[in-house]
């Protein structure tokens, strides 16, 4: 599977964005689909999770009540809605998708978009 992440952006600090990585392939149900995330000269964390169905979703203890994931299978598409941004949020966000239940490695990787948060 072929991810594209877009959404990214500049935005003042407690404000919102939403990221979409859409995946090529008929087969989008099958992927475990998640977000991670890198800050500059820090290291990728996770983010983010939802299952095949997206009726169940896992987050960093970072993002946990601000940001939500979800997923279109109809569309080919996961989200990731960003509220209450803050400072620290800015980073690369990667799309990220896996046929297997692994939280927190996954095989197929997007191409990074740029979350920048102001003061």
């Known amino acids: 599977v072929q991810l594209q992440a877009f959404g990214g952006g500049l935005v003042q600090a407690g404000g919102f964005l939403r990221l979409s990585c859409v995946a090529s392939?008929?087969?989008?149900?099958?992927?475990?689909m998640g977000w991670f995330r890198q800050a500059p000269g820090k290291e990728r964390e996770f983010v983010a999770a939802?299952?095949?169905?997206?009726?169940?979703?896992y987050y960093a203890d970072s993002v946990k009540g601000r940001f939500t994931i979800s997923r279109d299978n109809a569309k080919n598409t996961a989200y990731l809605q960003m509220n209450s941004l803050k400072l620290e949020d800015t980073a690369v966000y990667y799309c990220?998708?896996?046929?297997?239940?692994?939280?927190?490695?996954?095989?197929?990787w997007g191409q990074g978009t740029l979350v920048t948060v102001s003061s």
């Open positions: 939802t299952s095949f169905s997206g009726d169940s979703a």
């Open positions: 392939g008929r087969t989008f149900s099958s992927y475990v």
């Open positions: 990220v998708a896996d046929r297997l239940v692994r939280l927190f490695e996954y095989d197929y």
